[in-house]
């Protein structure tokens, strides 16, 4: 079985910082693109980052873009979003995710939610003026 989890949310002021982690249960976890998204009640999921297997290349939203920063770990099985200079408008439940399938020999990335199987359960984050 798969299993995301993450940590790391919580209530910040405006131009605060927080770093969220996702701890994945994964086989192959090197070979697997991950994400994270983030979500509110009155909008669908939006995609905010993504990362290829090995960490060589990455994808942000426009409005994260020069704020936020995924990265990895394949050793340790994380996935970390490092988020600087927070915004209200980034409240939000924050998901870490798994793509569908594994890549051998491509070091394939999407923003695609579509494309992604496996989901946490979210980490709640707060950002006051």
């Known amino acids: 079985q798969v299993q995301l989890v993450e940590s790391g949310g919580g209530l910040v002021s405006a131009g605060d910082s927080l770093r969220l982690s996702c701890a994945a249960s994964?086989?192959?976890?090197?070979?697997?693109?991950m994400g994270w998204f983030r979500q509110t009640p009155e909008k669908e999921r939006e995609f905010v980052a993504a990362?290829?297997?090995?960490?060589?290349?990455?994808n942000y939203a426009g409005s994260v873009k020069g704020r936020f920063a995924i990265s990895r770990d394949n050793a340790k099985n994380t996935v970390s979003l490092q988020m600087n200079s927070l915004k209200p408008e980034d409240t939000a439940v924050y998901y870490c995710?798994?793509?569908?399938?594994?890549?051998?020999?491509?070091?394939?990335?999407?923003?695609?939610?579509?494309?992604?199987?496996?989901w946490g359960q979210g980490t709640q984050v707060t950002v006051s003026s």
């Open positions: 990362i290829s297997r090995s960490g060589e290349s990455t």
């Open positions: 995710a798994a793509h569908k399938y594994v890549f051998v020999g491509r070091n394939y990335i999407t923003d695609n939610p579509d494309n992604y199987n496996y």
């Open positions: 994964i086989r192959t976890f090197s070979s697997v693109p």
